[in-house]
Each structure stands twice: as structure tokens, then as C-alpha cells.
């Protein structure tokens, strides 16, 4: 009961007008983050975080949450027009959205997308509000060694799902603990690889690594396709914006499926939109009777992914509430903008700040009926985004992230280090080398060491206080086979019996990823 | 050549490896207060980074059994890797013209520095419509200003115009 109590009064607080105007800021960023390819949800939230400085916490918060999930909705529009996903999540809509379009059904691609993602995140946000609670019930009763187990599980997740190499994986949450260790130690008062550099005693912020990252490595990316004469042409709408009765008949089922496949695996950390997306799409395809259609223009293979990756949102959004724990790169930057008012997201958060929790969660329902209500009718204003010059947007976006960087601190020397960390990401797309795992890992790395230390210092220095209870073995066993599954598995693959046992048994139904992608 | 790659991030893991190890043991440890001490941390990650470089290892070793890349004829080859040494010179214009502007941020201030950046990078990418760059080039620095100046509060540097 008291629970409901809290909820009404999430929406009291979500509907005051202040807040309801930062939800419409939020989603409406979001969306235009979206349909810019490149900047993804990660990059324009880190972007915006300096603006916010000053802000009052719930309504920060509240907008932040907004471009969050607004960037999924405006993903489909360049996955669908110019066959780049906007957001990565969006990936597997522009196999059949692209087609779709061709064929002069853009408009009908465009609103299934918003359509879906509508239903789909609400039904996800739904799922959050019902579980939110028992879970940081569960949470409370973790202490420093269950906690530190818990991030763990969460860092193997990611390192092992972000990319197609382990090592690859391992090695950048490895790098991203390494300069979370960098400036002045906690506990100690003593200095850490700061190298006589008075700007790194505060340590290396992770609003700078994300501009840098995200947003100057993908302007360096954009630049050189400009510069080979490879960069995508938006396509025009032609055609009715909206569904024929038979599209209708076709699209509801992938989107309700696609809701429930987006929240499950959004909650597991490491999975993401992208891998909700696939599964959705790989669903479908299995289900439908007409497999074949599947990358000519199926309006199954847009509406399923994009529902997914819609419900994925409010899933990611359950373990950063309750356990304070972020699955992906978006979430550890949403992490970092909590910690960054004050707030450490968790079951005492639902304790203290019942009317901050529930007022975040209350306004996706509303931020979720405002999309849609932008998306449809103004899918066509949204979509002009896309003409705006790559050779014009680019060197834009690069100035903005100065003023991003710049305003966190007010100093030079973060420019210089916002340019390190593009260059570095620009390095690590070409090594395949994931960055979510190292941004996880410089967000986390911190309450990482503060909790492994706690741990080891009330059991007077006995590492097996990690496997002292039988939730720390569950976290530990779940972080092995986190860590290990995939490679395992890929190391099972290469066996010459199994390869004959797997081509005997199934037929090639994985989409081609990275094809839609490239083009 | 993608198993040349990893055996160079392999190489450079464990050279930055060491590095922070070395580093790790110049840390000052107290005697008092802090039983387990600022060392022991990094000691772990620096172990785990270290597993991944050797993890990396495995795999590359694992795939050049497996993958022979034989498929590309050495003509397209040798263009592709024409237009890659292109690319990475206009990567290194485009990032010596960013630390540039980075260097004379705070001295010649926001909007000249960032009008005269703009201008080069667009000037140069988006070809044969001098005209719009410039106005873009001019306007969107002073736009940017106004929002970031005075309504979110974003204090730029001034530099050389008096604002």
C-alpha cells in the first residue's frame, strides 16, 4: 500500500509543470539525438550533463532519463532513411526499414517504429514499476562483499557480450578500472598516478572520457567517410505516413513479443538494445511464414526490433534503481549523472528519495505518450535533421563537445583530455575494441575498490569473505559463466565434430548484422 | 593482418601493464588507519588486465588456425591500404587543427577561436559553398554563446573580445 502511495505520488511530481516541461526537453533532445547518426544516446547525455549543473536533482534527472529513452525512438528515422543506425540499438531496423523505404513504404516503416516503441515502452515501464520494489527489497540485505560481487558480475557481463573478443573485452574494463584508480586515494589521503599533474588529483572524469569517446571519435569517423566519399545519402518519404490494415495485422504480435524479449534482456548487464533487437528480429523470423521476406522489406523485422529495443530501456533501468548497478555505456553515464547530484541509485534511494525514484519512473509513462504523440505527426520535420550536411554537422558537433567538456570544470586541460580519449576511441573502433566495458568499468571502478576494501577490512583481511555467503557464490558462479560461457562456447564452435553436428541440425537464420550495418 | 593487430595490442598491453605496476609500487602506504592499503586494488586490476592481454593471445593464435586471408588480391590490397595511410593524414590534420584551437581557447576566447576552427574544418569538408560555411561558421558560435553563456550559465572564455 505504501508502495502505491509512493507511485501516486511519483505522478504528482512527474505532472509539475517544471517537470513536465524537462520530460518534453528530454524526449525531444532524445529523439533529435537519435535521428543524427552517430551520436548516440551515450555521447549527447554527456554532452548535456554539464548544462544541467545548477538544475534541480528530479527534474535533471527526469530529462536526462527523457533523452535516454527518446534517443531509441529517433534511431529507427536514420536506420530506416539512410540505413545507419542512429542509435546502435537500431541496428537491425535498417535491414528492413531501408527496404521498406525503397519500396515507398518509409512512412509506414517510420510509424510501426514509433507505434511499437510506444507500446512497447510502456508495457516495459510497467514491468519496471512491478519489479522495482521486491528487488531493492533483496538489495538491502548486501553487504560490501555481496556489492562488490554484484559489480563484478555486472563488469564480466560487459566485457564479455560488448564485442566479439573476450580479451578485447576483458582489457578495456581492465583500463577503465585502471584510471578510475588514477588521482587521490580515498581511504589513505595518497596520491595515485597523478604524475605531478594537479588536474588529475581529482581523478580522470568520465563525463570527458564519454565526450571523448562517443561524440569526438564518432566526428572523427564521420570526417574520414566525408573525406573517402562513403558517407550515406538520406532518402526521401514517399508514400501514406501511416499502416495499411494488413501491416496493422502483421506488426502487432513482433511488438508484443519484442516488449517482452527487450525487458528481459535489458535487465541482464552487458545485453543491451542491440542484442534485444537481435533476438527480436532472429524471433520473428523463426516464427513467421514467409522467412524469406526478412531483409527485403518485412514489416515484422522493423516493428519487433524496434519494440525491443524500446523495452530494453525501462529493463536497464531496473538494476540501476534498484542495485545501483548499470548494464551499458548510456546507463553508466545515467550512474555517473546521479552520483554527480548527490545521489547513489540503490535500494536506500527508493528509502530516502521515494518522490525522486518514482517521479523518474512515473515520467516515462508520460515521456512515452509525448514521443509518441512527436513522433508521428512531426516524423516529417524530424527527418529534415538528416539533410543537414555531414561536412557542416560534424564540425558542429566537435565545437559543441568542447563547450560539454569545457563547462564540467571550466579548464583547458580536460579539452586536452577529451581529445586523448577521441583519439583513443577512434583507435579502439578500428582494434574492434569495445568501449562500453571501459566506460563501465571508470564509472564503477571507484565503488568497486570502497567496497572491496570495506569487505576485506571487516573480515581483518580474509579474501574468503567474497564467498562467504551464498549470495556472493551465486554472483560468483554467474560471473564465471558470464566471463566464460561465450568464450567457451566460441572455442566449442571451432571443433571440426560439433561444426558438422551444427550445420547438419540448423539452417543459417542469423541475420547478416554486419552488413546492414556497414552500408 | 588482424592477427599482427592483436599481437600489437598484446605487446602494448603488457609494456602499459608493467608501467603501472611500477607505478603501484611508488605509492606511499601509511601504517595506520587503512589496514588493507591503496596498492592492493590496483595489484588485482593490473592482474586481470594482464589475463585479458593473455586471453587475447589465445584467441588470435585460436583464429589463425582457423582464418586464412588469402581472398584479397594484392592490387585492391595495396589500394586499400593507400587510402588508409590517406585517411590517417587527415585523422592527424584534422587532430592538429583541433589541439590548435584548444591551445588558443582560452587566450583568443570562444567565439573567435571557435569561428575561425569552424571555418577550417568546414571550409574544407564541406566544399564549394563558401558561403554557407562562413555564415555557419559565424553564427553558430555566436548562437552557442548566447545559450550556453547566459542561459545555462556556461561561463566561456572571453579572450580577446570584450563581452
Known sequence: METFDHI?????????????????????????????????????????????????????????????????????????????????SSVMTSLDGYEMARKGRAGAALAIAAIGSFIAGSMGVVALTVFAVPLSSAALKFGPAEYFMLLLFAMTCVSSLAGKSLGKGILSAGLGLMLATVGIDLQSGQQRYVMGIIELQDGVNFIIVSVGMFAVAQVLRGLESIYRGDAAQAMKINGPLWLTR????????????????????????????????????????????????FGKGAIEGVAGPEAANNADTAGAMVPLL??????????????????MFGLQPGPLLFQERPDLVWGIVDSMYIGNLILLILNLPLIALFTR????????????????????????????????????????????????????????????????????????????????????????????????????????????KRLRVFQSLLSSNRPSDKPEIGAGNAK | MEINRDRIIVAVSIVFAAAYL????????????DPIGPRLFPYVVCSLFVLGAL??????????????????????????????????????????????????????????????????????????????????????????????????NVNLPAGLMPL
Not at chain 1, 575498490?449 to 580474509?462: C, H, K, P, V, Y
Not at chain 1, 564467498?467 to 566460441?490: A, E, N, R, T
Not at chain 2, 563558401?130 to 545559450?147: D, M, N, T
Request: glycine share 12%.
Open chain 1, 8 to 88: 501516486l505520488n511519483g505522478f504528482a511530481v512527474c505532472l509539475q509543470p517544471t517537470n513536465l516541461l524537462f520530460t518534453f526537453v528530454g524526449v525531444l533532445l532524445g529523439t533529435i539525438i537519435g535521428v543524427l547518426p552517430g551520436i548516440g544516446s551515450a555521447a549527447g547525455i554527456a554532452l548535456l550533463l554539464p548544462a544541467t549543473f545548477g538544475m534541480d536533482p528530479t527534474a535533471a534527472l527526469i530529462m536526462i532519463c527523457g533523452i535516454f529513452y527518446g534517443a531509441k525512438y529517433g534511431g529507427s528515422t536514420a536506420a530506416v532513411l539512410i540505413r545507419t543506425p542512429g542509435d546502435a
Open chain 1, 385 to 492: 535533421l538528416l539533410y543537414i550536411p555531414n561536412g557542416l554537422l560534424y564540425p558542429l558537433i566537435l565545437t559543441i563537445s568542447v563547450i560539454g567538456a569545457f563547462a564540467v570544470n571550466l579548464s583547458t586541460f580536460d579539452l586536452y583530455i577529451m581529445l586523448i580519449f577521441g583519439l583513443l576511441g577512434y583507435v579502439f573502433e578500428k582494434l574492434e575494441i569495445p568501449i562500453p566495458p571501459l566506460l563501465l568499468s571508470l564509472v564503477l571502478g571507484e565503488m568497486m575498490e570502497q567496497s572491496f576494501r570495506r569487505a576485506l577490512t571487516i573480515s581483518n583481511g580474509d579474501a574468503t569473505v567474497f564467498v562467504g555467503s551464498q549470495i556472493c557464490v551465486v554472483l560468483l558462479i554467474m560471473s564465471v559463466i558470464s566471463l566464460l560461457g561465450p568464450f567457451g562456447w566460441s572455442q566449442l
Open chain 2, 22 to 33: 611500477y607505478a603501484t609500487g611508488q605509492i606511499t602506504m601509511l601504517d595506520f588507519g
Open chain 1, 322 to 339: 534498484t542495485l545501483g548497478v548499470p548494464g551499458g555505456s548510456t546507463t553508466a553515464v545515467l550512474l555517473g549523472a546521479f552520483i
Open chain 1, 246 to 293: 494488413e501491416e496493422w495485422r502483421r506488426s502487432i504480435g513482433p511488438v508484443w513479443r519484442g516488449g517482452i524479449i527487450g525487458f528481459l534482456i535489458g535487465i541482464l548487464p552487458g545485453a543491451g538494445g542491440t542484442i534485444s533487437a537481435i533476438m527480436s528480429y532472429v524471433t520473428e523470423r523463426r516464427l513467421s511464414k514467409n522467412p524469406e521476406s
Open chain 2, 55 to 152: 586471453i587475447l593471445l589465445l584467441e588470435s593464435r585460436s583464429s589463425r588456425r582457423t582464418t586464412a586471408d588469402d581472398s584479397i588480391a594484392d592490387a585492391p590490397r595495396q589500394s586499400k591500404n593507400a587510402q588508409q595511410r590517406r585517411s590517417i593524414w587527415m585523422i592527424a590534420a584534422v587532430l592538429g587543427w583541433t589541439l590548435l584551437y584548444l591551445l588558443v581557447f582560452e587566450r583568443l576566447g570562444y567565439i573567435i577561436s571557435t569561428v575561425t576552427f569552424l571555418l577550417g574544418l568546414t571550409l574544407c569538408f564541406y566544399r564549394g559553398r563558401w558561403q554557407i560555411s562562413l555564415a555557419v561558421s559565424a553564427l553558430v558560435p555566436i548562437l552557442g554563446y548566447l545559450v550556453f553563456h547566459h542561459l545555462l
